[in-house]
T-cell receptor
Framework: DVKVTQSSRYLVKRTGEKVFLECVQD?????MFWYRQDPGLGLRLIYF???????EKGDIPEGYSVSREKKERFSLILESASTNQTSMYLC??????????????FGEGSRLTVL | AQKITQTQPGMFVQEKEAVTLDCTYD???????LFWYKQPSSGEMIFLIYQGSYDQQNATEGRYSLNFQKARKSANLVISASQLGDSAMYFC???????????????FGTGTRLTIIP
């Protein structure tokens, strides 16, 4: 089974703090994604990576950065957390050519609260 | 413009009844894929079913089936004989390319919260 592991299920941070959300997958998937989930808005793509050290902006990249130094690990960074970044963050991975092209395998999510 | 539309924010259904969750999509690409995911209260996203745009038959996976109407651009999820464990958020998603890189992402709808009543 594909395993996508997010380092923290729940985090509470203060405004202005630097926040790291870590994600590791164990199935050698090429693609990795960070989504943000908010009530009434569904899931929105923050950043995407298709290879080591490669990253591309998604639909809502402002206020975020990412790092992919190893194939299995994709980190989301909030340089200076703000209250409007309080949300559920979902990491996902996918094969370049899978049985269902584009199918995402998700981690359990990290619920971040910024005070 | 919204590419995936789920018009039912919430639904209440009696246990053992069938449920249809609506999803419409918008794309000009002839090659696309449609997904349904389930998200229980625990938070994990569970893949349910996939339909490719060129698939001749509607997808089925156990109690789940996808009512794919290409001309109407709809991909409704049908759950037969609903169970209490079906209570969850359900998301429809469409595969689309990320510009310039030939890779793909999923774009999600806003979701439908389904509650099964005993």
């Amino acid at each position: 089974d594909v395993k996508v592991t997010q380092s923290s299920r729940y985090l509470v941070k203060r405004t202005g703090e630097k926040v790291f959300l870590e994600c590791v997958q164990d199935m050698d998937h090429e693609n990795m994604f960070w989504y943000r989930q908010d009530p009434g808005l569904g899931l929105r793509l923050i950043y995407f990576s298709y290879d080591v050290k490669m990253k591309e902006k998604g639909d809502i990249p402002e206020g975020y950065s990412v790092s992919r130094e190893k194939k299995e690990r994709f980190s989301l960074i909030l340089e200076s957390a703000s209250t409007n970044q309080t949300s559920m963050y979902l990491c996902a991975s996918s094969l370049l050519q899978g049985a269902h092209p584009g199918e995402l395998f998700f981690g359990e999510g990290s619920r971040l609260t910024v005070l | 413009a919204q590419k995936i539309t789920q018009t039912q924010p919430g639904m209440f259904v009696q246990e053992k009844e069938a449920v249809t969750l609506d999803c419409t999509y918008d794309t000009s690409d002839p090659s696309y894929g449609l997904f349904w995911y389930k998200q229980p209260s625990s938070g994990e996203m569970i893949f349910l079913i996939y339909q490719g745009s060129y698939d001749q038959q509607n997808a089925t996976e156990g109690r789940y089936s996808l009512n794919f109407q290409k001309a109407r651009k709809s991909a409704n999820l049908v759950i037969s004989a609903s169970q209490l464990g079906d209570s969850a958020m359900y998301f429809c998603a469409m595969r689309e390319p990320i510009l310039n890189f030939g890779n793909e992402k999923l774009t999600f709808g806003t979701g439908t919260r389904l509650t099964i009543i005993p």
